[in-house]
């Protein structure tokens, strides 16, 4: 019997705990959330807020935490995810339907949507979300605690830093980094690194603030 928990108990939370049940990574799911007062959301138990995490793991409530804080918090992400890294396992749900190259990694706490490719030599770091049927291309790196949408297709050699934004169907072409904290508004095309931190739409991608 393995119970996950996950931080956050609304839209994405609620999502991470379908895959969670529904693709049998796990048992059972709890909820933490400091906002809820409901008892329980779709029959998940909500356990208690953030302040209740590592004292339920020491009851052994459950073996291992995935947040479920999407893109408009990624700071909130990175800082719960410090956090809780040394005092509770991180989980990962890579979905059954995925292509995932024997030689890709993928870090923990990370939530891989069904139909998402990641090619030879690919590396997702921990915390990150990647929305259903993204495309990592050989040799690219997704930064910590970054969020991918739908259909972002990234070529090869790039380089994602942490905490992106990438928007749905973004695409961005090979041997190209972008920094840290970047946004990428839907359907940008990027075809140049990005050197400033900020949101950037459009094809090719241009800063708008
Ligand atoms: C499973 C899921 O649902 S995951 C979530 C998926 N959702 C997404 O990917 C959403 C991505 N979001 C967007 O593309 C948004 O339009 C954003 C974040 C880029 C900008 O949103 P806002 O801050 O509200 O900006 P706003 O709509 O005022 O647009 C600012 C300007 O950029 C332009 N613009 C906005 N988005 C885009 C875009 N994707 N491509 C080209 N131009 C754009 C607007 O036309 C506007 O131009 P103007 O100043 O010349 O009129």
């Keep these: 019997m393995k119970t ?39 029959n998940i138990p909500v356990l208690g807020t953030i302040n209740n995490v ?26 719960i995810y410090d956090t809780f890294k040394d005092q509770v ?35 997702v770091k921990e915390n990150c979300i990647l929305n259903i049927n993204c495309t990592i291309a050989h040799d690219s790196v997704i930064g910590s605690h970054s969020f991918l949408s739908p259909r972002v297709a990234i070529a090869g050699f790039v380089n994602v830093e942490e905490q992106c934004i990438l928007g749905i169907n973004a695409t961005i072409i090979d041997n190209i980094t972008i920094t840290s904290k970047t946004q990428l508004g839907a359907g940008t095309v990027v075809i140049k690194s990005i050197e400033k931190q900020g949101l950037y739409v459009g094809n090719p991608a241009k800063f708008i603030r």
């Design 54 to 79: 590592v004292s339920a793991y020491n009851n052994n409530q459950f073996d291992e935490l995935i947040i479920g804080i999407g893109y408009k918090h990624l700071e909130v992400r990175k800082t």
């Design 4 to 42: 996950l928990a996950i931080i956050g108990a609304g839209d994405l939370g609620q999502q991470i705990a379908h895959f969670a049940l529904s693709d049998k990574h796990y048992d059972s799911v709890v909820f933490f959330d400091d906002y809820t007062t409901q008892d329980q959301i779709k």
């Design 89 to 123: 396992p991180f989980g990962k749900i890579i979905h059954s339907s995925c292509y995932v190259d024997q030689t890709a990694k993928i870090g923990q706490g990370c939530v891989i949507y069904p139909k998402v490719n990641l090619d030879a030599n690919t590396e």
